[in-house]
Antibody, heavy 118, light 109 residues
Framework: EVQLLESGGGLVKPGDSLRLSCAGS????????MSWVRQAPGRGLEWVSA????????YYGDSVKGRFTIYRDNSKNTLFLQMNSLRVADTALYYC???????????WGQGTPVTVSS | QSVLTQPPSASGTPGQRVTISCSGS????????VYWYQQLPGTAPKLLIQ???QRPSGVPDRFSGSKSGTSASLAISGLRSEDEADYFC??????????FGGGTKLTVL
């Protein structure tokens, strides 16, 4: 069974940094692209970032470009999202997803909450 | 404001057929697959339709997807109370990003 387990969320202040992790199991991790998608409280889904299976190609949404970095450690089946210069607007539940057909999310984790507040 | 446009709400009675639209542009829906997700209250999204009109294993055939030009639709037939959820469309955009619709809240009356 494919499983994704996110961790690393928490309460931070504006300007702080945070690193999210996502441990994948039940599939050939290094074959698949992975993404982060977030959902602010009571709002819709917002695509944040994606990375190819090898880690060579990365993509970012405009709202996080230059502040967030996606990377992966295929030897540990783990995906990461390094978030710097956090803003109140980054407050959301962050989902890790396994991707199909490029960068379309097909399997979702349960999410890890990030709250940015002074 | 989302790149893909969905109606914020939809409703129907049990047994009815409802459709949810998703409108985009040439750079997203017009040239790429559309995926649909169902998000039940308090849970993570779940893949409902892939590659415009294909149902993943385990998704009932009451759910169907279609695409024409720069628009797509999700249809739910034989509506059930357990279908009450938020529904989101998504498409890869040629600007090298994924666009989501704003979501449609489906109410079963």
């Amino acid at each position: 069974e494919v499983q994704l387990l996110e961790s690393g969320g928490g309460l931070v202040k504006p300007g702080d940094s945070l690193r999210l992790s996502c441990a994948g199991s039940g599939f050939n991790f290094n074959v698949y692209a992975m993404s982060w998608v977030r959902q602010a409280p009571g709002r819709g889904l917002e695509w944040v970032s994606a990375i190819s299976g090898s880690g060579e190609r990365t993509y970012y949404g405009d709202s996080v470009k230059g502040r967030f970095t996606i990377y992966r450690d295929n030897s540990k089946n783990t995906l990461f999202l390094q978030m710097n210069s956090l803003r109140v607007a980054d407050t959301a539940l962050y989902y890790c997803t396994k991707d199909d057909d490029g960068y379309y999310s097909d399997i979702w984790g349960q999410g890890t909450p990030v709250t940015v507040s002074s | 404001q989302s790149v893909l446009t969905q109606p914020p709400s939809a409703s129907g009675t049990p047994g009815q057929r409802v459709t949810i639209s998703c409108s985009g542009s040439r750079t997203n829906i017009g040239g790429n697959y559309v995926y649909w997700y169902q998000q039940l209250p308090g849970t993570a999204p779940k893949l409902l339709i892939q590659r415009n009109n294909q149902r993943p294993s385990g998704v009932p055939d009451r759910f169907s997807g279609s695409k024409s030009g720069t628009s797509a639709s999700l249809a739910i037939s034989g509506l059930r109370s357990e279908d009450e959820a938020d529904y989101f469309c998504a498409a890869w955009d040629d600007s090298l990003s994924v666009s989501f619709g704003g979501g449609t809240k489906l109410t079963v009356l």
